[in-house]
């Protein structure tokens, strides 16, 4: 689905042509007027909107995750910093994706992650009990099930995100996807890597 308009009417261009050629003065200047776009965000198909009603949920889980493990007391620096990271790129990006919804006149996405019926680690999203767990662990414990759970996410992430680069047409909503795939692929290894160390 694509959203077009046309700016040029031939009879109007024709008859603005007759009128140039009638004319003895120096010619002035046309007033000016648009042929562009009103706005690139208005072109979109299903799977841009897909994307963003599906990446909002998943996102707002992620900065509840992180808010979990910035609660606790007792976690590893390493581990509160990339929480920090996390919630201050994604929030943002909840914001933009919910504009772009609103921009293209479609439903804005769901946010009661617990409530949208995810079994299993469908996309990367934790069930309830996996929430639960989190926010009863303490201390190393927490820290490492934070990372797991958090590498398990991002790759869920990046999967949907690399759908939308492939099928998406909207260059806002596929270069927000190609962000995200650069970004937490690159958090993904920092995980990794963390949790050999702790």
């Given at each position: 689905m694509k959203l077009r308009a046309l700016f040029i009417v031939p009879g109007i261009l024709a008859a603005g042509l007759v009128l140039a050629g009638c004319t003895t003065g120096p010619a002035e200047p046309a007033p000016a007027t648009s042929t562009a776009p009103s706005s690139v965000a208005e072109d979109f198909n299903s799977?841009?909107?897909?994307?963003?009603?599906?990446?909002?949920?998943?996102?707002?889980?992620?900065?509840e995750m992180s808010d979990l493990i910035l609660a606790k007391d007792d976690i590893d620096p390493r581990v509160v910093t990339l929480a920090e990271e996390i919630k201050a790129a994604q929030q943002p990006e909840i914001d933009t994706?919910?504009?772009?919804?609103?921009?293209?006149?479609?439903?804005?996405?769901?946010?009661?992650v617990m409530g949208m019926g995810h079994g299993g680690h469908m996309d990367g999203m934790m069930t309830e009990e996996d929430m639960q767990a989190l926010e009863a662990a303490t201390g190393p414990d927490a820290s490492r099930l934070f990372l797991e759970q958090m590498i398990v996410h991002h790759e869920g992430a990046v999967e949907m995100a690399q759908a939308?680069?492939?099928?998406?047409?909207?260059?806002?909503?596929?270069?927000?996807?190609?962000?995200?795939?650069?970004?937490?692929?690159?958090?993904?290894?920092?995980?990794r890597d963390i949790l050999l160390r702790l």
């Open positions: 799977a841009d909107v897909m994307f963003a009603q599906m990446m909002v949920p998943h996102h707002v889980q992620a900065v994706l919910n504009t772009m919804l609103e921009t293209w006149g479609m439903p804005q996405a769901a946010t009661d939308q680069v492939d099928s998406g047409v909207n260059p806002d909503a596929v270069a927000m996807a190609q962000a995200i795939i650069d970004t937490q692929n690159s958090e993904i290894e920092t995980m």
